[in-house]
Nanobody, 120 residues
Framework: VQLQASGGGLVQAGGSLRLSCAAS????????MDWYRQAPGKQRELVAA???????NYADSMKGRFTISRDNAKNTVYLQMNSLKPEDTAVYYCRHIVVTTTGSGPRDYWGQGTQVTVSS
């Protein structure tokens, strides 16, 4: 299973970005899709999560600004980020909880990360 994240970039404060993370490979089912982020010198933190049923969960500082969604047919998760702040600057990682077609799992798989930089 491979995850490919995209959509990061440089944006001014108050701007928006949309991240995508597509999974490929021997995917049987995806139980949960998450976005994490890690800023320089800080621990990786959960940004948002979405279950296979569509239930979502957000870190407090992202509520009302970020929206997570998924396209099950494409094995893809999205993160719409609005009203971005300089403190949102980080590398954003996607994670999927997957059961493979051979029945292995559930276990997590991580994308390579995409840089988001918000200038003031």
């Amino acid at each position: 299973v491979q995850l490919q994240a995209s959509g990061g970039g440089l944006v001014q404060a108050g701007g928006s970005l949309r991240l995508s993370c597509a999974a490929s490979g021997s995917i049987g089912s995806i139980h949960r899709m998450d976005w994490y982020r890690q800023a320089p010198g800080k621990q990786r933190e959960l940004v948002a999560a979405i279950t296979s049923g569509g239930s979502t969960n957000y870190a407090d500082s992202m509520k009302g600004r970020f929206t997570i969604s998924r396209d099950n047919a494409k094995n893809t998760v999205y993160l719409q980020m609005n009203s971005l702040k300089p403190e949102d600057t980080a590398v954003y990682y996607c994670r999927h909880i997957v059961v493979t077609t051979t029945g292995s799992g559930p276990r997590d798989y991580w994308g390579q990360g995409t840089q988001v930089t918000v200038s003031s």
